[in-house]
């Protein structure tokens, strides 16, 4: 991560090589994210060869990706209040312009070999490096062994916040120039775990701003989350009828 953070690239993207083997940052920032809802059939309209100059553009995107999702997947909300609290977004206009970085989005254990010693030796699964905005450089969420929804309470936050600050003290070792990503992970906008995290700060109930806030998303976002309910019920049935039919074939 200090290695890659070191240098600023021109443009937010992903690099590839041509015919000739002549590498370039000439395509869009192709993120496991990105892939994934690809994957499951979620349109994007993401044009292929677009790169980005400015973290707006980029964050509009990524912003436009998000809806779609809510909209398209059948099982996007769980409920009303869940609905609603994935209707919000916050961006850092000091650094809209830049500087960008390249980064892995898909830096996990699985993808990190290490010798006797714990040294880290070698990386795989390159494939979703790409450069993007500084803010979205960032801590592993895994340092502590648990998934980020499991950050619930005091506890669970205070000994990921420990193993942060341990490994932010070895980049700090290194490069003198974390600092932005060192901010972007101290702030509650890394673990967007709205509900635990931001909300009981300033009035104390996790759910009576929702609605207000939520509004601004469009113009008919009742109507739209009833719509994606009646879906979610019906995506539910369907898998219930999936796993009897499973269980009978079986029997049988």
């Given at each position: 991560?200090?290695?890659l953070?070191k240098?600023p690239?021109?443009r ?11 590498i370039?940052?000439?395509?869009r920032?192709?993120t496991?994210q990105?892939q994934?809802?690809?994957?499951e059939d979620?349109?994007t309209?993401?044009d292929?060869?677009r ?5 707006e553009?980029?964050v509009?995107?990524?912003?436009a990706?998000?809806d779609s999702?809510l909209?398209?997947q059948?099982n996007?909300?769980?409920d ?5 609290r ?6 850092n206009?000091?650094t ?8 892995l ?13 714990w040294q880290?030796e070698s990386?795989i ?12 450089l ?7 062994g648990?998934?980020?929804?499991c ?7 205070d000994?990921?916040c420990?193993?942060?600050e341990e ?16 901010e972007?992970?101290r ?6 775990l709205?509900?635990?995290n931001?909300m009981?700060r300033?009035?104390g109930?996790?759910s ?5 806030i939520?509004q ?5 976002v009742?109507?739209?989350?009833r719509?994606k ?10 898998l219930?009828?999936?796993a ?5 074939d079986?029997?049988g």
């Amino acid at each position: 991560m200090v290695s890659l953070a070191k240098i600023p690239q021109p443009r937010i993207g992903s690099f590839t090589i041509d015919d000739q083997g002549y590498i370039s940052l000439s395509k869009r920032p192709l993120t496991l994210q990105l892939q994934a809802l690809e994957n499951e059939d979620i349109p994007t309209g993401n044009d292929r060869l677009r790169t980005y100059e400015c973290t707006e553009s980029y964050v509009l995107d990524l912003l436009a990706y998000h809806d779609s999702r809510l909209l398209h997947q059948p099982n996007s909300m769980n409920d009303e209040k869940d609905g609603r609290r994935q209707m919000s977004a916050f961006i850092n206009r000091k650094t809209a312009r830049g500087p960008v970085f390249l980064g892995l989005t898909d830096l996990q254990q699985s993808n990190i070999f290490v010798n006797e010693r714990w040294q880290v030796e070698s990386l795989i699964d390159l494939e979703w490096a790409c450069s993007h905005p500084s803010e979205m450089l960032r801590s592993p969420y895994w340092l502590t062994g648990e998934k980020v929804e499991c950050f619930y309470g005091k506890t669970q936050l205070d000994r990921f916040c420990n193993a942060r600050e341990e490994l932010m003290a070895k980049f700090r070792q290194q490069e003198m120039l974390l600092t932005s990503p060192s901010e972007t992970t101290r702030s509650a906008m890394f673990y967007n775990l709205f509900k635990q995290n931001i909300m009981p700060r300033f009035s104390g109930d996790d759910s009576s701003e929702f609605p207000d806030i939520s509004q601004y998303w469009s113009s008919d976002v009742d109507k739209v989350i009833r719509s994606k309910l009646e879906e979610r019920d019906r995506y539910l049935q369907r898998l219930s009828l999936a796993a009897v039919s499973a269980d009978s074939d079986s029997d049988g």
